[in-house]
């Protein structure tokens, strides 16, 4: 009988303190900050298609205490990030993958993030996969697309309802690639491509955005980045290796195949960009003719090309030769005579 009680009180303690445990109020994390919407300007909604930008790194700050944690997109946005303070201030970048961030205070004497953070993004590339952006605007709001105003950054804790919208602007330019096959080619030749590189004769190494809270509606986002041009990067739009639907290469079409790129938006980037592809060619009857042939094109070319941040830039490339390279064998089936 004296064991059966022991029991019993062993069980109520363990589950007092359960109770205890997921009370939001003595959660260490606090209550958990949940995402509602994310838009990017300009007024581009991606609730649906929020694993472009997933995770959102984020920088919960209060005082000069900070938290860290991520929105993680999959059927819906999850959080990491937990609100223990009644006033707080919200700063952060995305895809967290893409940079490794650091954040600080504008001035060195500031007490709290209210006038706005500075943040130090490294490991950048200067041509990528990525459409890198930063955190521009907050809003307390369970409304979905509910957009917050450029440059608003406070976030006040109010359990239960710590749904939060973010805006979100581009810190690169994008660049659209079509590549496709001339109307004339095709009824002579198929073109497989193998390997589509984007090469950037320069690199950056850093970005530091510099974000400066307001109340008029103004975008708070100044930008630095440090380059260094005695390296190069690479960004490979598009590898067969890797490609689980063909082992031969990407069929060009008529239509044309899209691909994308992104690019630091630096003064004169389009003299240092280049687009490297390499290709076979085969004739009609599915023999190869050429192998592994390679195309190098220079931007430096490129009439109109806006290399600016928030923009984007749509490039088509046709394969039309004026002449065939070369005849196979197959193709030379007892050719015929004609007088004229």
Excluded at 94 to 100: I, K, V
Excluded at 140 to 159: C, L, Q
Excluded at 247 to 269: N, Q, R
Excluded at 312 to 325: A, I, M, Q
Aim: hydrophobic share 35%.
């Amino acid at each position: 009988m004296k064991n059966k009680i022991w029991y019993f009180l062993l069980a109520a303690l363990v589950l007092s303190a359960c109770s205890k445990d997921s009370d939001g109020g003595d959660d260490v994390r606090g209550d958990l900050l949940n995402l509602t919407a994310v838009t990017r300007t300009p007024s581009e909604a991606i609730v649906n298609a929020g694993e472009d930008h997933s995770p959102i790194q984020i920088y919960l700050m209060s005082g000069l205490q900070k938290t860290e944690g991520n929105f993680v997109y999959s059927d819906g946005w999850s959080s990491t990030i937990g609100v223990k303070e009644a006033n707080n201030f919200i700063y952060g970048f995305s895809p967290a993958t893409a940079a490794a961030g650091a954040i600080s205070p504008l001035t060195g004497d500031a007490t709290d993030y209210s006038a706005g953070a500075k943040l130090t993004l490294n490991n950048l590339e200067t041509v990528g996969a990525d459409d890198i952006c930063v955190v521009v605007g907050v809003k307390n709001s369970s409304i979905p697309n509910d957009t917050p105003d450029f440059g608003v950054f406070g976030f006040n804790r109010n359990a239960g309802n710590n749904n939060v919208c973010l805006l979100l602007d581009h810190l690169y330019a994008a660049i659209d690639f079509k590549i496709r096959i001339g109307d004339k080619y095709n009824e002579l030749r198929d073109i497989y491509l193998k390997t589509m590189e984007l090469k950037s004769s320069i690199s950056i190494s850093q970005a530091v955005v510099t974000l400066t809270a307001n109340t008029t509606g103004t975008n708070p986002m100044t930008i630095t980045y440090t380059q260094d041009e005695t390296t190069s990067q690479t960004n490979v739009l598009y590898d067969y290796g890797t490609d689980p639907k063909t082992t031969t290469g990407l069929k060009l079409t008529k239509e044309g195949t899209a691909f994308i790129s992104y690019c630091a938006p630096l003064a004169g980037i389009d003299e240092k960009l280049t687009l490297v592809c390499t290709y076979d060619v085969y004739n009609k009857k599915g023999t190869r003719v050429r192998e592994n042939c390679t195309a190098e094109n220079s931007f430096s070319g490129i009439k109109g090309l806006t290399m600016e941040r928030r923009k984007k830039n749509t490039v088509t490339l046709t394969v039309e030769p004026s002449y065939l390279h070369q005849l196979s064998e197959d193709e030379l089936d007892n050719p015929t005579v004609k007088f004229n």
